[in-house]
């Protein structure tokens, strides 16, 4: 019974804490998700005051409004249209059109300003746009002239399907879901399938948290609940946005945890039926043995019912798939099923130290009742398998009995150490997404001044030239910013592209030629007499390359210069078949001093870096690149040096390309 009491306390247990780090990473991930939102608004809270200003700037001149909002519009890229109405809520220009007149007042999100005590910012339900003539959300602002005094209403229409590509850019598993509602319960936008019900209201199962007393303090909620848009059962975080009626919602579906949950109660199903078996199979063989011990018979019929009572018990256990062990408080193993004997051989561990090297020591004593312990395991291959053991005591068997039964967390771990990784991935594309908008604001202001002052210095000689430098400056910073945009956006990289493979070689091999043979380092290519045609972006591949490159180089030089050891970089082109098609593997190796252990495990986190000056992004965002262009990107077991390898999917060669091999640029030492 106490082993029963121990097995059934694991199951509740493991699910309670499944459930509980679930609602820590949904947590997490709603905390990332609503300050990319918080961001958004805050955009747009700006362009309403900007085109309040532009407004103010050009009275009873709709052209000259027309031409400055749609400046405005251009440089934040985010809005259907940028309005104005004046206060009586006639529309009077807008980013789209420089038509004015149009009667608005009908409309919720004009009504409200109009009504005595309406407030001074109003989000709107999702509505098709008169103008626009597109579904939109629609944001709006009063607007006040120097004195104080309510001029009109600043108006910016939101395109709900760009959130919804932000939201589907984000992995969340199957049935896993991110919407955006009012506090009256009208859906804004949704990733997936819910994006369909956009405009519809529903009633929230879990606490509204953008009802709060006080909307400038944020407020949250996680947990377990059932979707009112889709029915399904999801551990969900709801934030509320500050500042606004808005909260956003992100939710895991339990399906896997209540897998997870239903294959370890079969487990327990399976011990106990062997163990239900076993007390069976006692009874009958000692009311056997009463009924017959005066004869020989009796003897043998005990023997062979102890037999098959061993035999009953031992299948229980090698059918159950967890790891079974019982051995006494000096480590000495009394019995380990067949799963965990399959352990140690994989592992290379003797018997004889099975218990010390998978349990350790301190299972040796474990006190009454279920004392939990998790262990790794390095198999041979490389691999490692992580542990979770449940022991107890097993009087039955001896006083100094233990018991221990362990289940297989390997993939749960790596699971989350994935969702991990994609974390501070998005952190870091917050960070450049912040970044790009503050120098957008101000760009913004240098842009539209420059253009006035070519406009009233026209026919100058002396302005021109100091102008044309400054238009030009202009212009290449917006086009860094766009550039650090790219970090920020979710399904960013197109994979409809396809590129040739050993051109993008070659040029990576032009602009690393002269670097490497200052350094004595020589580049071996194999592979790619013939096209290979991946998919995705060339330059963006290009970089990845070009990192992998110049990292074999700093780990050839941080190390004296062997004679009998030359420093090389190989570079190996091949295709590879896979279950679903065809790959385009390259493989970049050095024979540089390689990779601890230690470091290989987080080779590829943000920020994780062993360089004097290094950042630790480069390989961080070559990761996030090859994976949206739908490959991977691995670093791969070798007895020498290190050795990544980039997989591509392979795309059809076209019609109008040669079948003539490529040639490569020459490796020099």
Not at 313 to 333: E, H, K, L
Not at 351 to 359: F, P, V
Not at 467 to 488: I, S
Not at 588 to 613: H, L, M, Q, W, Y
């Amino acid at each position: 019974m106490l082993f029963c009491g121990a097995v059934i306390t694991f199951v509740v247990q493991h699910t309670k804490q499944e459930f509980r780090a679930t609602e820590e990473k949904v947590s997490n991930i709603s905390l990332v998700i609503g300050a990319h939102i918080e961001r958004v608004f805050q955009s747009i809270r700006w362009l309403c005051e900007a085109a309040g200003d532009a407004y103010l700037r050009n009275p009873g001149d709709p052209a000259a409004l027309h031409e400055e909002l749609k400046l405005l519009n251009l440089r934040e890229n985010f809005s259907l249209q940028l309005s104005v109405l004046d206060k009586e809520g006639y529309f009077v220009a807008s980013s789209v059109s420089p038509r004015s007149g149009a009667d608005l007042r009908d409309r919720e999100h004009v009504r409200v300003h109009l009504a005595p005590g309406g407030p001074d910012v109003f989000t709107s339900d999702p509505l098709v746009g008169r103008i626009s003539k597109q579904k939109s959300i629609n944001i709006t602002r009063r607007l006040y002239d120097d004195k104080g005094s309510w001029v009109g209403i600043a108006v910016v229409s939101f395109d709900p399907d760009r959130l919804k590509t932000f939201f589907d850019g984000i992995d969340l598993g199957s049935l896993g879901a991110i919407t955006l509602s009012k506090n009256n319960g009208a859906l804004l936008a949704a990733s997936g399938q819910l994006h369909a019900r956009v405009g519809e209201k529903f009633q929230r199962t879990a606490p509204s948290v953008a009802t709060a007393s006080s909307l400038d303090q944020p407020s949250t909620y996680t947990g377990t609940v059932q979707s009112p848009i889709d029915h399904i059962e999801r551990i969900e975080s709801v934030r509320r946005i500050s500042s606004s009626p808005l909260e956003i919602s992100v939710g895991l579906w339990t399906g896997p945890i209540r897998n997870e949950q239903a294959r370890l109660w079969s487990y327990v199903t399976l011990i106990l039926g062997g163990l239900l078996l076993a007390l069976m199979a006692g009874y009958r063989l000692t009311h056997m043995m009463l009924a017959h011990q005066s004869s020989a018979t009796a003897a043998q019929m005990k023997v062979e019912e102890a037999s098959r009572l061993n035999e009953m018990v031992q299948a229980a256990f090698r059918s159950s798939g967890v790891c079974v062990a019982i051995y006494d408080t000096n480590g000495a193993a009394l019995y380990l099923n067949d799963t965990c004997n399959e352990l140690l051989r994989d592992a290379g561990i003797p018997r004889e130290a099975g218990i010390s090297a998978l349990i350790g020591t301190e299972g040796y004593t474990a006190p009454g009742g279920a004392t939990a312990i998790t262990r790794t395991v390095a198999l041979g291959n490389g691999d490692r398998r992580i542990i979770h053991w449940s022991i107890s005591c097993a009087p039955w068997l001896s006083h100094d009995a233990r018991l221990a039964v362990g289940f297989d967390r390997t993939d749960i771990e790596t699971r989350e150490r994935a969702l991990y990784q994609r974390s501070r991935l998005i952190t870091l594309g917050e960070m450049s997404t912040g970044l790009a908008h503050e120098m957008a604001q101000p760009l913004t202001v240098i842009s539209f001044s420059a253009a006035q002052l070519a406009a009233a210095c026209k026919g100058s000689t002396t302005m021109a030239e100091p102008l044309d430098l400054l238009t030009r400056a202009a212009t290449r910073l917006a086009t860094c910013v766009e550039r650090m945009k790219v970090f920020g956006r979710f399904g960013g990289v197109a994979t409809g592209q396809f590129f040739e493979v050993t051109e993008s070689v070659n040029s990576v091999l032009l602009l690393t030629q002269n670097a490497l043979l200052l350094a004595n380092i020589a580049v071996n290519v194999r592979g790619g007499s013939t096209p290979l045609f991946a998919r995705g972006e060339a330059l963006l591949f290009e970089q990845v390359l070009l990192n992998l490159m110049l990292n074999a180089r700093d780990a050839l030089l941080s190390q004296p210069q062997d004679p009998d050891k030359p420093r090389e970089i190989t570079i190996e082109l091949s295709r590879m078949p896979v279950a679903d098609g065809t790959m385009v593997s390259i493989k970049v190796s050095d024979t540089g001093p390689g990779i601890p252990d230690a470091v290989a495990t987080r080779i590829f986190e943000p920020f994780f870096t062993t360089k004097t000056n290094g950042t630790g992004l480069g390989l961080a965002l070559s990761f996030g690149i090859i994976e949206e262009m739908g490959g991977s990107l691995h670093l791969l077991k070798s007895t020498g040096g290190a050795c990544f390898e980039v997989r591509l999917p392979e795309a059809e060669q076209p019609d109008d390309v040669a079948a003539e091999e490529a040639e490569l640029v020459p490796s020099e030492s």
